[in-house]
């Protein structure tokens, strides 16, 4: 592997822990900015990416995704809780200039307010990312739930 290709490497694996990070902080706002202008964000259970069935959500470009944050800051949801994204099993493709993929895991806890974390969701990311102004940006965040069934309160960004 090139410098160049390690250095790539390590800017997309600091881009989602940086993803992670921000999401745990309630910092919605800088979350919108990892996203490039027309970015997409999309999530899908498991079973329906394997049937072809609904997605959860498609929040396409960055008014899409400043509506996604606004809901989850509180607009519209009751309980907030704190949560610890974990990312795993990062793999990177070799970069082709200024595009590459790649694919990791996520697991969620939550914490309520009776203060027992619960494990939330658990998954995997398949990513599409574009280097725009020198830096590493999601062009599409596609997170596949591993379970079946949405967990309870669905409304934290995976």
């Known amino acids: 592997m090139s410098r160049s290709a390690e250095d790539d490497r390590a800017a997309i694996e600091k881009l989602m822990r940086t993803y992670a990070r921000l999401l745990d902080e309630r910092r919605f706002a800088e979350w919108i900015d990892l ?3 027309d970015g997409a964000y999309v999530v899908v259970t498991y079973e329906n990416l394997q049937d072809q069935g609904l997605l959860l959500f498609k929040d396409d470009g960055r008014e899409a ?3 996604r944050a606004a809901f989850v800051m509180g607009y519209y949801q009751f309980e907030r809780c704190k949560t610890l994204h974990v990312v795993s099993n990062v793999d990177v493709a070799t970069p082709s200039s200024d595009e590459t993929s790649s694919t990791s895991y996520f697991v969620i806890y939550r914490t ?3 203060g027992l974390p619960r494990l939330y969701s ?4 398949r990513d599409r990312l574009v280097r725009r102004n020198g830096r590493w940006m999601f062009q599409e965040r596609l ?3 591993d379970n079946n069934t949405l967990p309870e309160n669905f409304t ?3």
């Open 112 to 114: 309520p307010a009776d």
């Open 156 to 158: 934290e960004l995976i």
């Open 143 to 145: 997170a596949i739930v």
């Open 65 to 67: 995704l400043k509506e």
């Open 122 to 125: 658990c998954g995997e990311y």
């Open 35 to 37: 996203f490039a202008e």
